[in-house]
C-alpha cells in the first residue's frame, strides 16, 4: 500500500490548501448579505482564511478552544471556517433562522411564512442565536427532530396540493 496513501493527516484545513493547490484559479460565487452576488477564487479563500488564522492566533485562540460563529453562507464565512480549522480550534455554526416547534421558519413578528421548513445547521431553535445557547450534543438531535418535523409538515403540504384540498 506505499504510496496509495496521502503524506498528511486528514485535517479539514488541509483541504483549502489542496483546494488552492489544484483549483486555485476556480470561481466560488456567492451572494453576500448586503445583496451583491460575491465572486471569489479558492486562492483568495486560502489567503484570507491564513489572516483569519493567523488574527485568531494573535488574539489567543488555538487547539481546543471553541469558537462560534453566527453567518449565512457566504465566501465569508468559508474564510472563517477554515480560519478557525486552521488553529485547531472546535467551531461551531449557529443558523440565523427562527423556527416553531413544527419546524416552520418564522417571519420576524413570530408569524411562520408559508411553505418554508428550517432544521439543522440552518436553524437556531433551541440552542439559541449565539455560543451561549449552545447545549452539547443538541446539534444532531436538533437536526434530525426538526428535520423530520419539517418533512411532514412539507409532505402534508404537497399531498394537500395533490388533492386539491386547501
Keep these: 500500500m506505499l504510496g496509495l ?5 486528514l485535517l479539514c484545513h488541509k483541504l483549502i490548501d489542496n483546494a488552492e493547490r489544484q483549483h486555485g484559479v476556480r470561481e466560488i460565487v456567492s451572494r453576500s448579505i448586503e445583496g451583491p452576488i ?3 477564487t479558492y486562492a483568495d479563500i486560502h489567503r484570507r482564511s491564513l489572516k483569519v488564522a493567523q488574527r485568531l492566533e494573535r488574539d489567543g485562540y488555538g487547539l481546543g478552544d471553541r469558537i462560534a460563529t453566527l453567518a449565512w453562507n ?3 464565512h468559508l474564510e472563517a471556517w477554515y480560519g478557525i480549522m486552521g488553529v485547531g480550534a472546535i467551531y461551531h455554526t449557529q443558523g440565523g433562522l427562527q423556527i416553531d416547534g413544527q419546524a416552520r421558519v418564522l417571519k420576524p413578528d413570530g408569524t411562520p ?4 421548513f428550517a432544521g439543522g445547521g440552518a436553524a437556531r431553535s433551541v440552542s439559541g ?5 449552545y447545549l452539547p450534543a443538541m446539534g444532531l438531535s436538533t ?4 428535520g423530520r418535523l419539517a418533512g411532514i409538515g412539507a409532505s402534508a403540504i404537497a399531498a394537500k396540493a395533490a388533492t386539491g384540498v386547501a
Design 5 to 9: 496513501m496521502q503524506e498528511w493527516p
Design 38 to 40: 460575491v465572486r471569489t
Design 113 to 116: 411564512l408559508p411553505n418554508l
Design 143 to 146: 437536526a434530525v427532530t426538526f
Design 74 to 76: 457566504t465566501a465569508r
Design 129 to 133: 442565536p449565539a455560543h451561549w445557547g
